[in-house]
């Protein structure tokens, strides 16, 4: 009894894990960007353009590891910067950081205000992949067909068959000695169930 009790409850709560699981909503990702001497991502874009490539939803951290710098949003052009309503992080020094989250796809300039020539970047910013809804089988397709029957013939059931041991069988394959079996096994249960009640008392 205490076992069959066991197995109950670590399977709900395996099914209770998995539930849980799968409804947890996926984790938007923070990708970080190295902001150093004269260099946004890595030394060798000094005086070029570091692309960085995020999904909508995730931050980008900039971290000041070197110089005075600031992170700010800039047209495609880089001419007018900072944009009505972009990000500006204002003046930064090692080792503080500045963050913004990206939740429309798009492209994000943006450039060091002090250094607008030698520091530049884009955030590249794509659409959040959708989950493709699982089609649900039809209903009536995987339907089993009726087996027809002959206008006024009532259909034959047969019993289901039973084991046999051996013996002359009584009627349709089911002989005296598994009738035997199958009568003295019940019993058998029926004894220990009560047996086992009697000693719980």
């Not at 067909?145 to 039973?162: D, L, N, Q």
Request: charged letters at 10%.
């Amino acid at each position: 009894m205490r076992n069959v009790f066991v197995s109950t409850v670590s399977t709900a709560l395996l099914a209770a894990g998995i539930v849980w699981v799968v409804a947890q909503p996926a984790g938007a990702a923070t990708d970080q960007v190295e902001a150093g001497s004269n260099y946004f991502c890595a030394p060798s874009f000094e005086n070029g353009v570091c692309t960085t490539t995020v999904t909508a939803g995730d931050t980008v951290t900039w971290n000041i590891v070197l110089g005075i710098h600031t992170v700010t949003e800039c047209d495609s052009t880089y001419t007018t910067c900072p944009v009505a309503g972009g990000f500006d992080s204002g003046v930064l020094e090692p080792p503080e950081t500045f963050s913004q989250t990206f939740d429309t796809a798009g492209d994000f300039a943006y450039y060091c205000a002090i250094h607008p020539v030698q520091m530049r970047g884009v955030i590249s910013v794509v659409a959040a992949a959708t989950e493709t809804p699982t089609p649900t089988p039809d209903a009536t397709a995987s339907a089993s067909p009726t087996p027809e029957t002959t206008a006024g013939a009532s259909p034959t059931v047969r019993p289901a068959a039973m084991p046999t041991s051996g013996g002359e069988p009584l009627t349709d394959g089911v002989s005296l000695q598994a009738l035997v079996l199958a009568v003295g096994g019940a019993l058998a249960v029926a004894g220990v169930a009560s047996l086992y009640s009697a000693l719980r008392r």
